[in-house]
């Protein structure tokens, strides 16, 4: 997706590109809760993950070395929701982001987690989004 053309004073446009991966609803089980009782046993939350990089060399190429090896990052999140618990979904949403951005050459990243905790709700989430400088 074309998001906007850069023009600097005496320098040809520059494309800007904001191309994005999203892996929806990633099934994770961990310990995460404020209580010792909600923590004491793994519990399944759902992931969406969106990251954004410039996918035009991949579009261009056919390559995996070109893109987001989004197989890779599924393994990431869950490795990581395996090794750590957490007392709030907003730090392991922030855990999840900075793993993302230190394992893979992104622009932008965005986490939601769904929480299934609250009786008479369907869901409980927190969204958070994160630039690289």
């Given amino acids: 997706m074309l998001v906007s053309r850069e023009v600097r004073p005496g320098a040809a446009p520059v494309e ?15 310990h995460v809760g404020v209580t010792n ?4 046993q793994r519990q399944k939350l759902l992931v969406t ?3 954004n990089r410039d996918l035009s060399m991949a579009a261009r190429t056919d ?20 090794e750590k618990s957490w007392r709030l979904i907003e730090a392991m949403a922030g855990d999840i982001i900075q793993c993302v951005h230190s394992n893979f050459r992104l622009t ?26």
């Fill in 16 to 30: 800007v590109f904001e191309d994005s991966i999203v892996i929806k609803d990633l099934e994770v089980w961990c």
């Fill in 37 to 40: 009782e909600e923590r004491a």
């Fill in 49 to 51: 993950l969106e990251m």
């Fill in 63 to 82: 390559q995996l070395v070109h893109t987001i090896d989004y197989q890779r990052v599924c393994e990431k999140v869950k490795q990581l929701v395996l």
């Fill in 108 to 133: 932008h990243v965005s986490v939601e987690i769904r929480k299934f905790v609250l009786p008479d709700t369907a869901y409980v989430a927190v969204h958070l989004a994160r630039r690289r400088p």
